[in-house]
């Protein structure tokens, strides 16, 4: 159906690039293969990771790449085309932990109006908000404080005596829920669910330091350049000020001591690819599908999968080809030709 309903091609003449997390299992990664070449007869596979493909779109080969998506915020610096998978950082803040903050904060302060009654608490009315309504409330309503507004933000939601004031809110913002139903989505809430992207949790991480603890554990002859080739890709980062903020965050962060005397480099620059951020794993991809001479040396062919029955781990730019990698003695596996070549 995918083929035939949606891609019009035979799945026989196509090559498949699959963009996918570092953190994918590989049981997945095993099923989803065995499912192409078994079922589909697909000619190839390559797995590529979404952080090195997104590079492909801007014709450069080292940068720190963030990725915050829906389950997690995943860093992995990328340096002559290699991912240096020893110095990735993840943290389980995305999209997800922004809806249930969401969620939460609307069952508790908002109301809702309906045909019957004005002011009425909205569990009285929907026990629990579907997900994607809160995305689109996420998406219409919400956005992120610059750094001095998102601190004063964050010492008053931890304030214990109660001191520290907020800053005054945003205006309040009407969503139709149906055609009877209006909730009144609060001010306070608008700019607030997404502090928790950047509040320093009891191990002081946040997505701005997951960035530079990364590069704290880079060599450190490669910290400069990747200090100043930073991308940022994923769903979560297109909310309105999300750069802006976490460019203030890191620029304030480094100068605290632990970040100081460890970073030599003060200078940060974030690159603008050249699509959405949750489209730019895509079109890296795309343009390295394109690309069917250097496709086939990475890609693992039907084959070899058929002899091994694996698929590599990892995928870098600088991978020697797959019949360079079999062991001495056993015959190397077939090259793969060009999908629409002419030999006979």
Known sequence: MLYFRHLLVNPRDRRVVIIESVLCPSHFRDTLTRVLFKHFEV???????????????????????????????????????????????????????????????????????????????????????????????????????????????QAAKFNIDGTAERPSPPPDVDYPLDGEKILHVAGPIRDSVVEILFEQDNEETSVATLILDSLVQCPIDTRKQLAENLVVIGGTAMLPGFLHRLMAEIRYLVEKPKYKEALATKTFRIHTPPAKPNCVAWLGGAIFGALQDILGSRSVSKEYYSQTGRIPDWCCLNNPPLEMMFDVGKAPPPLMKRAFSTEK
């Open 43 to 153: 000619p190839s596979v390559l797995f590529a990771p979404s952080h090195l493909m997104s590079l492909l779109t801007l014709g450069i080969n080292s940068a720190m790449v963030l990725d915050c998506g829906y389950t997690e915020s995943l860093v992995l610096p990328i340096y002559e085309g290699i991912p240096i998978l020893s110095c990735w950082g993840s943290l389980p803040l995305g999209g997800k932990a922004i809806h249930k903050e969401l969620e939460y904060q609307l069952l508790e302060q908002c109301t809702v109006d309906t045909g019957l009654a004005k002011g009425q608490s909205l569990p009285s009315v929907m026990g629990s908000v579907p997900e994607d309504i809160v995305e689109d409330i996420k998406v219409r309503t919400c956005f992120v404080s610059d750094l001095q507004r998102g601190l004063k933000i």
